[in-house]
């Protein structure tokens, strides 16, 4: 089988283009109660797919999370000063897993691609595979474009950063997408 890390997964767009292959399994991650709740009810309809209630950041235990007005946005970071396009409506307590730890749980040695669209906390995410990032095949990562201008949320991945990153970890960028100020970047691993 192979394994797709889908993180941030909010209404399963990706999770649910890979799960119809019956050869996929899919493990997503969406700490927004809702949204896991409705995409817990699509395990029974596809057995390859199971999602769980974290968000993935660098430590194991709880943190902070920020339920935005614009629920595609919701993140465990903050919104840089004198960003007011789109509010904090609450803050809500949410668990969180490291996917090195993770991965160790549930017995993953290899991964085909890991996803992550979590609002700014994506190199976080990164980091969280610790010296087990080398078992991704590919990593479909988003960042804000450019160190020239003010980014959406506090200390949020910028691309060239996260370029230099997995550059020293063996992934080369094989592909981007540019949507606005964000780059969804596919990497793949070049050990």
Same mark, same amino acid.
């Given at each position: 089988?192979?394994?797709?890390?889908?993180?941030?997964?909010?209404?399963?767009?990706?999770?649910?283009?890979?799960?119809?292959?019956?050869?996929?399994?899919?493990?997503?991650?969406?700490?927004?109660?809702?949204?896991?709740?409705?995409?817990?009810?699509?395990?029974?309809?596809?057995?390859?797919?199971?999602?769980?209630?974290?968000?993935?950041?660098?430590?194991?235990?709880?943190?902070?999370?920020?339920?935005?007005?614009?629920?595609?946005?919701?993140?465990?970071?903050?919104?840089?000063?004198?960003?007011?396009?789109?509010?904090?409506?609450?803050?809500?307590?949410?668990?969180?897993?490291?996917?090195?730890?993770?991965?160790?749980?549930?017995?993953?040695?290899?991964?085909?691609?890991?996803?992550?669209?979590?609002?700014?906390?994506?190199?976080?995410? &990164?980091?969280?595979?610790?010296? =087990?990032?080398? %078992?991704?095949?590919?990593? +479909?990562? /988003?960042?804000?474009? !450019?160190? *020239?201008?003010?980014? &959406?949320?506090?200390?949020?991945? =910028?691309?060239? %950063?996260?370029?230099?990153? +997995?550059? /020293?970890?063996?992934? !080369?960028? *094989?592909?981007?997408?540019?949507?606005?100020?964000?780059?969804?970047?596919?990497?793949?691993?070049?050990?």
């Amino acid at each position: 089988m192979k394994v797709f890390i889908d993180v941030g997964c909010h209404l399963g767009y990706y999770s649910f283009i890979w799960v119809k292959d019956p050869n996929n399994i899919i493990y997503a991650f969406e700490p927004i109660p809702d949204f896991y709740e409705k995409l817990k009810e699509k395990e029974k309809e596809y057995p390859n797919f199971k999602v769980f209630n974290y968000a993935i950041c660098q430590e194991d235990g709880e943190s902070i999370f920020n339920i935005n007005s614009n629920l595609a946005a919701c993140s465990l970071k903050d919104f840089t000063e004198g960003y007011t396009a789109i509010k904090t409506v609450k803050k809500i307590k949410v668990k969180t897993k490291r996917l090195d730890t993770f991965c160790e749980e549930i017995g993953i040695k290899k991964i085909h691609l890991l996803k992550s669209d979590a609002q700014g906390s994506d190199l976080d995410v &990164v980091k969280s595979m610790g010296d =087990k990032i080398i %078992s991704c095949e590919k990593l +479909l990562i /988003e960042a804000f474009i !450019t160190d *020239e201008k003010n980014s &959406v949320y506090e200390n949020e991945v =910028k691309r060239n %950063s996260l370029v230099d990153f +997995l550059s /020293e970890k063996g992934f !080369t960028m *094989e592909s981007e997408s540019i949507d606005g100020d964000y780059s969804d970047i596919i990497f793949k691993n070049n050990n």
